[in-house]
């Protein structure tokens, strides 16, 4: 069996397509594993304080875009070998796993534009109790470990306090804020500021391979329904 004319120019946009898709797996994963071990994420979100621990939900994130990455490079793969060998069996495969994850998609995105702004707010609140509690204790134990965990976030993102640099409260913890406090922002801008550059991130990754998917779904119908019709030699 062998494709001819239109087909077979399809086919190889197909094969073509794929290879796309497999190097946008690579890159998912890639990215995701760099947010996952980002020295500014990862120092935030493992910090720990009296019990109580920064928000997992960036975290949780991550490890779906890990293994989205890991499923595109398998959904990849199987379109090129499905292709390049005109076997309908494969793409059938691919075209239903494709559905799949595009439909994963969509739903990750609505839940992400619905929740953007969760994880820094959480991260904020994580913040907020650390500083608010170093304010009020007198324990130099507990105090101690809280200007331990305020030093981390002024280090990190180079801010200090919640509000203004000048307060009775910021000074305080001005041990632990940036040297030159005149170009630190407060930390509640820089939190925000931080995640969304991720999320902005993530947003132009998936839209370049939601239109991907697109493509991918519409050529392997038509390659699929060509090999259909070819003629058996």
């Known amino acids: 069996m062998g494709v001819e004319g239109c087909t077979k120019c399809i086919k190889y946009m197909l094969f073509f397509f794929n290879f796309i898709f497999w190097l ?6 890639g990215v995701s594993l760099w947010l996952r071990h980002d020295n500014k994420t990862s120092s935030l979100l493992e910090l720990k304080y009296d019990g109580a621990e920064a928000p997992s939900t960036f975290y949780i994130s991550v490890y779906i875009l890990i293994a989205v990455g890991a499923v595109m490079m398998f959904v990849g793969f199987l379109g090129c070998y499905g292709a390049i060998q005109e076997s309908q069996c494969l793409l059938g495969t691919f075209f239903a796993c494709l559905v799949i994850l595009f439909a994963c998609e969509v739903a990750a995105g609505i839940w992400g534009f619905m929740n953007k702004d969760k994880i820094s707010k959480e991260l904020i ?16 134990d507990k105090k101690q470990a809280a200007t331990a965990v305020l030093k981390v976030f002024h280090e990190t993102l180079n801010c200090c306090g919640k509000g203004g640099l000048l307060s009775g409260a910021t000074m305080l913890f001005s041990e632990t804020c940036p040297k030159d406090k005149k170009t630190a922002s407060n930390c509640h801008d820089k939190i925000r500021e931080l995640f ?29 329904c060509g090999i259909r019709n070819s003629p058996v030699y």
């Open 125 to 140: 609140t994580f913040y907020d109790s650390v500083y608010d509690s170093g304010v009020t204790l007198t324990e130099d």
């Open 196 to 224: 969304s550059e991720k999320i902005y991130l993530i947003g132009i990754a998936a839209l370049v391979v939601a239109v991907i998917m697109i493509f991918e779904m519409i050529f392997s119908m038509v390659l699929c």
């Open 24 to 29: 946008a797996g690579c890159v998912i994963l």
